[in-house]
């Protein structure tokens, strides 16, 4: 687990299984607080998703922002390492619960309470940055009317 500190904001990321399968009481508590609450982004939906369809080729990469000890923000994504034409490899990210073939899942989001969407949507472009996670987002799915949407745009 990567952990950076800013202010009295912080970010985890989630690299194993064992760290996922043990987040289950605090990612639905956050997430029964959000816009977000969609059965897509139950940490059950995800967590069998994530044990059904990943593959060695992939990683798990979820950003957890904190505020003190309190977690206000979750950003369900795994990595998948590429290929382009034999010449080169890149990083891309992907919401739990995607593929770049099919899309399985619906109303994709960054889990946060109403009123720390911007400082999650931000806390988490930084932690993409600052652990240099990923070359390439892809987040298909995303609910389009999810305020995350505007935040990520400015």
């Not at 798990?60 to 010449?87: D, H, M, S």
């Amino acid at each position: 687990m990567h952990m950076a500190v800013k202010t009295d904001i912080r970010h985890e990321v989630i690299s194993t299984t064992e760290q996922f399968g043990s987040m289950q009481a605090e990612w639905n508590r956050l997430l029964k607080l959000s816009d977000s609450n969609h059965i897509f982004l139950s940490w059950e939906w995800l967590w069998k998703w994530w044990n059904i369809y990943s593959t060695e080729k992939e990683s798990l990469c979820i950003i957890l922002l904190y505020r003190g000890e309190v977690l206000i923000g979750i950003a369900p994504f795994y990595r998948v390492t590429k290929q382009w034409k034999n010449l080169f490899s890149y990083r891309r990210v992907l919401f739990l619960g995607t593929t770049e073939l099919s899309l399985i899942s619906e109303y994709l989001d960054i889990i946060s309470r109403p009123e720390d969407i911007e400082t999650v949507v931000q806390g988490v472009l930084e932690a993409v940055l600052d652990e240099d996670l990923s070359d390439d987002l892809r987040l298909q799915k995303f609910d389009t009317s999810s305020r995350s949407v505007d935040r990520l745009k400015e």
